[in-house]
């Protein structure tokens, strides 16, 4: 069945989603799906990753109501910022080996 009208923007994202799981389809289970006990460890990345954030959101905030000049609370976002992505790359890394079946 051919498609003759254009695609939405989720219709293309799903499309890129899927060709990007094809290609990462080399998992332990198979090379497609995922075990259990490897879900389980991705869910616990995620969840560890969303507690390191929610701890860096509040820290943040209160040390931003602590400072008052502006050079501070750049220095403050800024590392935040470079928290938050030490964080998403770890977690990153976290889930790579677990679908790769080697225990981080």
Known sequence: ???????SAVELA???????DAEAGDGAAG??????????AIAAARR???AKVAEAEILM???L?????SEGRR?????????LGQFASARD???AAIRKGVRP
């Open 93 to 95: 890394r976290k889930i």
């Open 14 to 20: 799903m499309e890129r989603l899927r060709r990007q």
């Open 61 to 63: 905030h209160s040390k």
């Open 75 to 83: 220095e403050i976002e800024a590392n935040h910022r470079r928290d």
């Open 31 to 40: 090379g497609r799906g995922l075990t259990d006990d490897q879900k389980k």
């Open 1 to 7: 069945m051919a498609d003759t009208g254009p695609k």
């Open 65 to 69: 109501a602590a400072t008052f000049d």
């Open 48 to 50: 560890d990753y969303e």
